[in-house]
């Protein structure tokens, strides 16, 4: 009698007797967990991969002989109510298992599961009740993910692994959060424990679990102790948290996990993926709120969107009783599942002989229009930190620094009839980057726009930007001594001598503003909000910076005369004759993302390149300090390369490299029914070839060349007892399955 699982992959058998098989009520505590149900059958099991757990159909046996002879009901009313009891009745809820017999005596458990749904067809001459069960995997659907497990965030309880600083607290269980700033705090921000800062929790029967928690997103602290989660990692989180005890499903070893669920692919630019060049790097989750959402769905729907696949499976454990895992395995080209093969006679063959044979029906067709082998990753502008020299967006003239002209430029004194280039005047100053207009340090009016070349350039002479309006953040890409990031800075200076609507060439003394003035919010560039220009103050306990270094204050009385000194500069100091200067320090965006994309390779069956794009634009960020920031030099620039800060391409290109490697070669979609039960096929297993027929199941090519081979997978297996028949159905792999 077949049915054994085979690890050793060796050939199945080709014929089989029909299978005996029981139905039982299972209670798994008592001394005898198994109570046969002689007056039920079951029809028909389905199982597929992914979070659903299997389904099984039964029907009752009703006859009034059966009735008088063994006082099994014979009418729906004595079975169907929801109050209907007895020896013979299946009542909702009960636990049910499918159950026939191994050749060696060992239980073969097909299906365990909870009764749910009872059914009469009545018609004038028969009646009928069934019912159908689910797989106890359904009691993972009982309680949804529901706020977090949370470590303490001090240095001191951050580091902790007993478990007695993590608090279980009703924040969103949200993986790697993204973040609209920019800079160091830009993309997906990372919200696990540090690496090896796993919890350690003992879990009844022994059972002891390692897996991460949260930490607060928003830590700035050096060295940063924040982690990304991984796939892995969130999915070990997830059982830890949702399924300690595994009274009803059990799940791999944790280890077994962080080695399954990496990135696998090409090195070094390879054109075929073999055992030999093979490169991995683990899969950062891009920001994934889980609340809300049975903790089965959360993890299929993290593992398809990379190519992984779960499934449940029930076998009988060394005691004979009923045990459901949850297992996880590939869907790529580094897919280690069992390979098997399936047989049916060369055509013409005059004699049809069982032990060559196991195929009654075959239906295949292999989908080439469904394959995407090239993936570019849209990622977020890349950001480049820069201090830029300001120019007045304005015409000065000299007699406005006379007391009668000045008040016009109150803001107080502003109506609805006040024109747009009176409320700039003495309030705007920008880099001009679209040639608008701005005041030089020459004293002539200029149409040129900034020129950015020196922080965006050029590709063999190739412009790598384009004219146009570049308003800056409030946000820096530069941290202060703590890890924050600083704040976007305006300065003034009196004897810088460098040009206007410029990069800031490093010269001069500066002292920081502190207050009175906002970013432009459609250019680069700053706009004065004091109420008088005039009276616009520096801050409290303001010192200069530069030339030889830390120095007084620098602004008389530490207020700017923001229409005398650029109106008409006074000879005498701080003007000496000479418009001060303000220098704007702040974070502009690239007109370029970061280049991530992962080409067509040679062994995807197809001519043609067929690119698709993945939107990740909130996540994976670039972002440096150029050298004319003034925070360059604190950030250890060597004085000619910009400082990198934050550089997201490795972890974009390992899930370039993954899309890829999940949507590269066509799906063989199909079945493939043999006339017996069998177990020996299984969810996860790849089927070769037919056997007899020479038929290769291959899905890719360049094999000749070290490619690793790709063949469909057993998504679903059916097995039917229907009538006097009995089959099992594989269906091959389909879409149905994909993120």
Known sequence: MPGSFDLDNTTPPLWADAMTIGVYLYTPDADEPYFLFPNVQCLRIDAREGPEPPVARFEYLMDDTLAINLDWPSQFENLWPIDAQGPYVVN???????????????????FDGFAQVPQVDLTPRTQRVTFTAVGVAIREWDQPVSGRTQRHSDPVGIQDTSGDSDVSVDLPCRFNPADTSVGGRGGYLPNRTPDGADTVASRGGGVSLTYPVFIDPGIE??????????ISDA????????????????????EALDALLQVEYAANGQPTLTTADAASAPLTIRDYDASNRPYPEVIADLLSYAGFVMRWDTQADANGL????????????????????????????????????????????????????????????RLVEVSVILAPLFQPASDDATAANRNQFFRSSWNAATSASTRRRYRWYGADECGDGHWTASGSWSTSPFDFSAVFEPDDGTPSYT??????????????????????????????????????????????????????????????????????STGKGASATGGSGSTTAIVPGGDIRGVTW??????????????????????????????????????????????????????FHYASIDRSSANYSQQSGDGTDPVIMRDDTAAAMAHAYQLRAAHEFPHLAGSVSIPYITTFYQIGDRIEQVIGRGVSFGTNIAQDQGELPTYPWIVAISWSFEGDRQATTLQLSDQRAEH
């Open 92 to 110: 909702p809820d009960d636990r049910i298992v499918v159950m026939g017999q191994n050749p060696d005596g060992t239980p073969l458990i097909l």
């Open 566 to 619: 650029w109106a008409a500069p006074p000879q005498s100091s701080p003007c000496n004759g000479k418009q001060p200067v303000l220098r704007l320090t702040t974070v502009i965006r690239d007109d370029f993302r970061m280049p991530i994309s992962a080409g067509k390779r040679l062994a995807s069956p197809t001519a043609f390149a067929r690119w698709r794009t993945a939107d990740a634009r909130d996540h």
């Open 235 to 254: 999915i070990k989180f997830l059982l830890a948290e949702y399924n300690s005890e595994q009274e009803y499903t059990g799940y791999p070893e944790f």
């Open 322 to 381: 009923s045990a459901t895992s949850l297992d996880f395995y590939r869907r790529d080209g580094a897919s280690m599942s069992p390979l098997k093969s399936i047989f049916l006679d060369p055509a013409g063959t005059t004699t049809l002989d069982p032990s060559r044979n196991n195929v009654a029906h075959l239906h295949l067709a292999r989908d080439g229009n469904s394959v995407v082998n090239a993936w570019q990753v849209e990622t977020a502008q």
């Open 467 to 536: 004219v146009r309006y570049r308003p800056g953040s409030q946000t820096l890409i530069a941290p202060d001594s703590n890890g924050n990031p600083l704040r976007a800075d305006l300065s003034i200076s009196f004897d810088y001598e460098g040009a206007t609507s410029d990069l800031w060439d490093g010269t001069g003394t500066w002292q920081s503003i502190q207050g009175g003035w906002r970013l432009l919010s459609d250019r680069l560039g700053i706009e004065v909000t004091a109420e008088d220009p005039e009276q616009w």
């Open 221 to 230: 602290r050096t060295p940063d102790p924040r982690g990304y989660w991984s």
